[in-house]
């Protein structure tokens, strides 16, 4: 069969990549031009200058032609040696996949185990970090928002773990599906090494990505043996734009370039944050809502860590969250998140970040209840109502 071509705009609910902005998608709609021309420095300084507003560091940053993966790796290559330890704070699936990159380059993992519904406890972070005397650990690595599991791991709390711990060991955070959509402070919090990516709160493309680096980071760099070419900061240095071995994606910046005039002058960072966590309290308004009559609910069990720019939700015993999605996707043209290793089947994820308002939310949640409806999926009716009644608050 091949597929329906349905009428009308689809409702793009996935968590990363998110919804393009129209003055982003035409920003980028920028004739190619020779990355040394003064006119696109002008474009790219400034995209510099306000990618380190949004990450709220003043030290480095170093940008590659990659998704998500490129800048995970970047910052491992260039920071640690082979047969370095790493200690990896488990959140769910991106923290497991992180850590699964890191032994293929060499290194080894140590894991601070954490129940993915309820997320690590910070003490048994500073356990871990206190009981390597000899400080084998060389780096700490957070998902500071695990979007398969829709929880924000306290980043500042990992932070004060380590120093407590009296550690020296460096502090690497993922900030994929957080920067751009909720609070990330690289330089308050003490983060040696962010890593972000183009496609979810920053509103572009897929396929550029990020490292905030420190000077206490880029110390280490020096000693760091891993092999490395395209994503050797010492390389890029020597580079016009400090950054990109190789040609520069000149299209992403001009779309950075009306992202940012979106975020930081249209908007607000603040007011975005704001957005965020007025759209996810009304998702999980929703989902509570539905949780009545043994209905789907939220994965996430521990409300100080609720994530703002993702929600997962768990479904009901025996019944299939991705028959759910198939439903919304081919007859409703709602196109939802599925649940990533082991949660699949049994978690749809609503992702709530980017350019997005409320009738878009709304038009998602009454979506999903029409689809359980439609699957006989059990479920207490009215979540959208509870949702309006969050909206209106
Ligand atoms: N880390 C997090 C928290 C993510 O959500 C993702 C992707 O969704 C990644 C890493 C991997 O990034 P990418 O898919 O852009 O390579």
């Known amino acids: 069969q091949p597929a329906r071509k349905p009428r009308g705009r689809q409702f793009f609910a996935n968590p990363g990549p998110t919804n393009i902005p129209d003055s982003v998608l035409l920003a980028g709609a920028h004739q190619t031009m020779d990355f040394n021309d003064p006119n696109f420095i002008e474009v790219y300084d400034g995209c510099i200058a306000g990618l380190k507003r949004i990450l709220k560091t003043e030290q480095n940053i170093f940008l590659y032609t990659g998704s998500g993966h490129a800048a995970w790796e970047a910052c491992l290559v260039n920071l640690l ?3 370095d330890t790493i200690l990896i704070i488990e ?14 380059l060499g290194m080894e993992v140590r894991t601070v185990e954490a129940d993915w519904r309820r997320g690590v406890d910070i003490a048994a972070v500073k356990a871990a970090l206190a009981a390597d005397t000899g400080h084998a650990i060389k780096a700490v690595c957070v998902v500071h928002n695990e979007t398969a599991t829709g929880m924000m791991i306290p980043v500042p709390e990992v932070r004060a773990a380590i120093d407590a711990a009296g550690h020296p060991a460096l502090l690497m955070a993922d ?4 920067l751009g959509s909720l609070d990330f402070r690289m330089d308050e919090w003490g983060v040696d090494a962010a890593v972000g990516g183009s496609q979810k709160g920053l509103m572009l493309h897929t396929g550029m990505s ?17 092999p ?7 390389n890029m ?15 992403f910046f001009y779309m950075l370039q009306e992202a940012l005039r979106l975020i930081e002058q249209e908007e607000g960072l603040e007011n975005v944050f704001l957005r965020h966590s007025r759209l996810a309290r009304a998702v999980r308004a929703a989902v509570q809502h539905w949780s009545g009559n043994n209905g789907p609910q939220l994965f996430c069990l521990n409300p100080s860590r609720y994530s703002d720019s993702v929600t997962a939700i768990m479904m009901p015993e025996g019944v299939n969250a991705d028959a759910l999605r198939a439903i919304a996707l081919q007859k409703y043209n709602v196109s939802l998140g599925g649940g990533l290793g082991p949660l699949g089947g049994k978690v749809f994820r609503i992702g709530h970040l980017g350019d997005l308002n409320e009738p878009m939310i709304l038009g998602t949640l009454a979506t999903v209840e029409l689809a359980m409806k439609v699957a006989g999926v059990p479920h207490a009716p009215g979540g959208v109502a509870a949702a309006i009644a969050s909206l209106a608050e």
Do not use: C, Q
């Open 228 to 234: 490395k070419h395209y994503f050797n900061w010492t």
């Open 91 to 104: 959140s769910g699936y991106f923290s497991i996949s992180w850590a699964k990159m890191a032994e293929d």
């Open 210 to 226: 990020f490292n905030g680096v420190s000077n206490k980071a880029m110390e280490v760099h020096k000693t760091s043996k891993l």
């Open 175 to 178: 900030t994929i599906s957080s």
């Open 81 to 83: 040696s082979a047969g």
């Open 237 to 251: 240095l020597a580079r016009p734009h400090k950054s990109f071995v190789g040609t520069v994606p000149i299209s």
